[in-house]
């Protein structure tokens, strides 16, 4: 069965830096999603993507992230200038559209900013 | 916006008794129900959903309950076995509306079966 796959599955960087996580969603799906849960908080929507562009985004997803899908398989979040607070585990979905609009989850990407 | 309170936040249950976990939605246009199983180091995986035309679902030993007027669901898991141990999340969307497609969660349920 396919799965959304995301790398790396850990990613520790300092403070300031420049991340990009990656995610390749399920082949033939069209809608894109970034999803991010604090330790210990709710999972929290960041943004999604549909038809090469953004289709809605959170107040959390400001200046300092961006989304891509730089080819036709990955899609990539960059977080810019990090800081501790983004440390949190971020999830990846895709869903082929269509009712009820399943999202499937990929296994997630554990960032750590010190 | 849409906001979803989920209850308990643990949950332990002897194996073969029931499991019942609630979530209360806000946005009355929310009309997508799903509920997603995270067990410890793997993805969340959707394991029922409802929609809001619909106020019961079954799927085995899991069912789903949906009361619009009161804006609450719940999940029922009968027999409970050891597998069924894991995080829980329930969450809400409102489909085609100008939220789009974003789910918005729940805290989540620790539910722990013992054997």
């Known amino acids: 069965e396919p799965e959304v796959t995301q790398t790396p599955s850990h990613q520790v960087t300092q403070m300031g830096q420049e991340v990009i996580l990656r995610c390749v969603p399920i082949?033939?799906?069209?809608?894109f999603y970034w999803y991010r849960q604090i330790l210990g908080q709710k999972v929290e929507f960041l943004v999604s993507f549909y038809n090469n562009e953004i289709s809605e985004k959170s107040e959390i997803f400001d200046d300092q992230f961006s989304v891509e899908r730089p080819d036709g398989s990955n899609f990539t979040l960059k977080i810019r200038s990090t800081k501790l607070e983004d440390s949190a585990m971020y999830f990846c979905a895709s869903s082929e559209g269509g009712t009820p609009p399943e999202q499937y989850f990929g296994p997630g990407t554990r960032l750590t900013v010190t | 916006g849409e906001n979803v309170e989920q209850h308990p936040s643990t949950l332990s249950v002897q194996e073969g008794d029931s499991a019942v976990i609630k979530c209360t939605y806000s946005?009355?246009?929310?009309?997508?129900f799903p509920w997603y199983k995270q067990e410890l180091g793997k993805r969340p995986q959707l394991i029922i959903d409802i929609r809001s035309n619909v106020g019961e679902k079954k799927d085995q030993r899991i069912a789903v309950t949906l009361n619009k007027t009161a804006k609450h669901f719940s999940l029922h898991i009968t027999e409970t076995q050891p597998e069924d141990s894991a995080v829980y999340f329930c969450a809400a969307i409102r489909l085609w509306g100008a939220a789009g497609n974003k789910l918005t969660f729940g805290g989540g349920t620790r539910v722990l079966v013992k054997p």
């Open positions: 082949s033939n799906h069209l809608y």
């Open positions: 946005d009355s246009a929310s009309n997508y």
